[in-house]
């Protein structure tokens, strides 16, 4: 390479240098004289393409051309280019003419475009990703509510009642058990006069957004989580009581010794394809049990008495403080010594409960507890420990984690987008 294609390269990464920080606002006066005096001196055609090249939609469409917006084929080529084609700029170089003759512009065009492409390559992934330069009123275009008591009754013989807008009072009778909702919102099974004949099976659902609390027919209570179904008999008969579950629920079971309860898994919803999913039988106890699709482990914790949980062939007895989980990906049944339950049963005392939680496993439920969806544009690091209300607006609890200082969010429509 001759020394006047040296000066000239040397030439074209202070000219690119001086177009990108044009580009992005940062060019002081003096860097803005220099440059305006050096593109006075070019012929029209040149001009404008250094022009071209200090415009964030004319850069972008010549690299999108050249590289079919492949970003990381873009970004290698670039890379070799600078090891091939150019050699660290003197402390002070002398701005030349653009010299006419089609290998000169070659030469030119190359190295400033690797300049100001390379350039244009991070700040664009930088623009996309780092939501926390904008300002609030652009993060947070709207806010979201909290969910609420809301589900849907789905009687045996198929009709349906929207729990949250009914009345008070009587809402159906199951042979001689009546469906009752009370005062306080729960949904109650009020056994009459004990009857021969087929058992009526109802089921309860709560959507994204909502929760609820039933009182079963043997005064067993249910709480519900968001996005959860629960399917019971209008009376329990026969040696147990049997329910099955799609998504968490917390259970309050009334004592019978002489007709278990027990807890399956609803066929299709959580249950891991061809394998078998976790089973929970009780006596009298309180326990939670979390077995959401969308989740890597089922889980049961208990809060008093005692569980016998099995998967398959395995079977793990629980004490209060302690949970068992079935791991989906080794489909392994596992049990945990001491965990601090409040976690687990946050939800169902109206909190976020987080203990060296992740980002995903926090936005899992708050996708669940706001309705909304949720993406990620870079990848979060940080465990995070704290508690919040569930009352709260979805901006409070955004706004909340973006204290720590480690993840920023923005709210569009249903829409949530989390960035590091």
């Known amino acids: 390479m001759s020394i006047s294609d040296q000066q000239l390269i040397e030439t074209m990464q202070e000219i690119g240098g001086l177009l990108f920080r044009r580009l992005t606002g940062e060019l002081n006066i003096h860097e803005q004289i220099a440059l305006d005096n050096w593109l006075k001196e070019q012929d029209p055609n040149s001009r404008q393409f250094f022009e071209d090249c200090s415009d964030w939609d004319q850069v972008h469409l010549a690299l999108s051309s050249m590289y079919d917006f492949n970003e990381r084929a873009a970004l290698a080529d670039i890379q070799k280019k600078i090891q091939l084609a150019t050699q660290p700029a003197a402390p002070a170089v002398e701005i030349v003419k653009l010299r006419r003759g089609w290998r000169i512009y070659s030469i030119a065009a190359t190295v400033l475009f690797v300049v100001v492409g390379v350039a244009m390559f991070f700040t664009l992934n930088k623009r996309k990703t780092n939501i926390a330069t904008l300002p609030i009123e652009q993060r947070f275009h709207n806010d979201i ?245 569930r009352n709260v607006n979805l901006s409070t609890l955004l706004k909340i984690l973006e204290a720590t200082g480690w993840v920023h969010f923005r709210i569009d429509g249903k829409k949530v987008t989390v960035s590091p």
């Open 145 to 389: 509510f909290p969910g609420g008591d809301k589900a849907v009754l789905e009687l045996a013989d198929g009709s349906k009642i929207v729990l949250d807008n009914a009345s008070n009072g009587e809402l159906a009778h199951q042979g001689t058990t009546k469906v009752v909702k009370l005062d306080n919102g729960q949904l109650a099974y009020h056994i009459g006069q004990s009857e021969a004949g087929p058992v009526s099976y109802n089921t309860i659902s709560t959507p994204r957004g909502g929760q609820y609390q039933v009182m079963l027919p043997d005064g067993s209570k249910v709480w519900l989580n968001a996005l959860s179904g629960l399917r019971f008999p209008a009376a329990f008969t026969g040696r147990e009581r049997k329910v099955e579950l799609n998504g968490e629920a917390y259970f309050e079971i009334a004592k019978n010794t002489s007709m278990p309860f027990k807890v399956t898994l609803a066929h299709g919803t959580s249950e891991i394809a061809g394998h078998e999913s976790l089973e929970v039988d009780v006596l009298g106890t309180e326990f939670d049990l979390m077995a959401y699709a969308d989740e890597e482990r089922q889980k049961v914790t208990v809060i008093n008495g005692a569980v016998s949980a099995r998967s398959g062939h395995e079977q793990i007895t629980l004490q209060p403080n302690q949970q068992g989980y079935l791991d989906k990906k080794f489909y392994t049944l596992n049990l945990i010594d001491s965990i601090n339950v409040d976690e687990a049963i946050g939800w169902k005392n109206g909190r976020f409960q987080f203990y060296d939680a992740s980002i995903e496993a926090i936005m899992r439920q708050a996708a669940r507890w706001y309705d909304v969806e949720v993406s990620y544009d870079g990848k979060v690091n940080q465990q995070f420990r704290g508690t919040i209300p």
